[in-house]
């Protein structure tokens, strides 16, 4: 019998009539390809069709990821009923008492996810105005990072203001030190373990786009989890090389 494994994230429960595709999902087991761990506290279920590939994130609490995972497989392999409630968060239904959250993402086989870094020092909304303030760079802009102090990772971005374009071969040389840069706080010397989850998120197709890497504002704080960065510090945009 042919299986259908069935996933919610919650949006129904509070917008029934406003479900979006990644707010629900129910995928054919014929197209799932791993089961495996995404972190020491999610477990990511790997569907893959002919043309998409969808990634269904569970939040999983720590130390019951292999539980999880063996509850999934013998759910799938000995449940009688073709639809299989892997986590059901609209009806409050897991197939784990462990699995506490949902989140589902699609991306298209052979296309290409362009990812861009938010970065903002500015606590207050409506001073949230002025270059330093906030930044989004694409992350092919990102040329490498570095420590500038024990507690500080510095990343450097090509400009995003470069010359007007007429340049010649000096102004061309002049312009290799035009670069932007963010300082991030992070705990005391922990600078690798950003290093490797900024470039894992990178990579990650399961991931948003935009990713939030060190939000200071006072409505709701966000930095990127795992990454021990614990506030945004000084944003400096270069201006734009002149002839």
Do not use: W
Not at 171 to 190: C, P, R
Not at 216 to 222: A, H
């Amino acid at each position: 019998m042919n299986k259908f494994l069935l996933f919610t994230t919650g949006g129904g429960s509070t917008d029934p009539m406003g479900y979006s595709s990644d707010e629900a999902a129910i995928y054919n087991s014929n197209d799932l390809k791993s089961i495996k761990p995404g972190s020491k506290s999610t477990v990511k279920i790997i569907f893959q069709s002919q043309t998409t590939k969808d990634t269904v994130t569970l939040t999983v609490l720590g130390g019951y990821i292999s539980d999880v995972m063996k509850s999934i497989t013998k759910a799938i392999s000995t449940g009688l009923d073709p639809i299989v409630r892997i986590a059901d968060v609209d009806s409050d239904y897991f197939v784990s008492p462990n699995i506490s959250g949902v989140s589902i993402s699609s991306s298209l086989i052979g296309g290409t996810s362009t990812k861009y870094l938010y970065f903002r020092t500015e606590a207050t909304d409506a001073n949230d105005d002025a270059a330093g303030d906030s930044a989004l760079f694409p992350a092919s802009s990102l040329m490498g990072m570095q420590p500038t102090s024990d507690t500080a990772l510095t990343l450097y971005f090509k400009s995003m203001l470069r010359g007007p374009g007429n340049e010649g071969a000096g102004d061309a040389l002049a312009n290799l030190d035009n670069n932007d840069s963010v300082i991030v706080t992070i705990s005391a010397n922990t600078h690798l373990v950003a290093m490797q989850t900024i470039t894992e998120a990178i990579n990650d197709e399961s991931l948003s786009s935009t990713l939030i890497i060190a939000n200071d504002d006072s409505g709701g704080t966000e930095y990127l989890a795992g990454s021990g960065i614990s506030a945004c510090g000084t944003i400096s945009v270069a201006v734009a090389y002149a002839n």
